[in-house]
């Protein structure tokens, strides 16, 4: 099982730019996915999260401006980012909490991809 991210990239303030992230391999469900940020220096945070029913949750700081959505019969999970600041350049990290085949039911992480904000 791994997850996959992608959509990652350099971009100007105020700008945008959509995150994907794809679980493959047997899996038996997924409870959550949700992404992850690190910025430089500072400790992984959650940005957002959706649940398996459609709830969601966010970051105080990216509410009103990031959007979590999820392809349920995909396993994918994607992030759209508007209005983007330099405080939001991190790695984005996804992250499932899901049932794998064969393996434990607990959280799951991708490789992680890089987003930074720079004029």
């Known amino acids: 099982v791994q997850l996959v991210e992608s959509g990652g990239g350099l971009v100007q303030p105020g700008g945008s730019l959509g995150l994907s992230c794809a679980a493959s391999?047997?899996?038996?469900?997924?409870?959550?996915m949700g992404w992850y940020r690190q910025g430089p220096g500072k400790e992984r945070e959650l940005v957002a999260r959706i649940f398996s029913g459609g709830s969601t949750n966010y970051a105080d700081s990216v509410k009103g401006r990031f959007s979590i959505s999820r392809d349920n019969a995909k396993n994918t999970v994607y992030l759209q980012i508007n209005s983007l600041k330099p405080e939001d350049t991190a790695v984005y990290y996804c992250?499932?909490?899901?049932?794998?085949?064969?393996?434990?039911?607990?959280?799951?992480w991708g490789q992680g991809t890089q987003v930074t904000v720079s004029s």
């Open positions: 992250n499932a909490l899901m049932k794998p085949y064969m393996q434990p039911y607990g959280d799951y």
């Open positions: 391999g047997r899996i038996f469900s997924i409870d959550a």
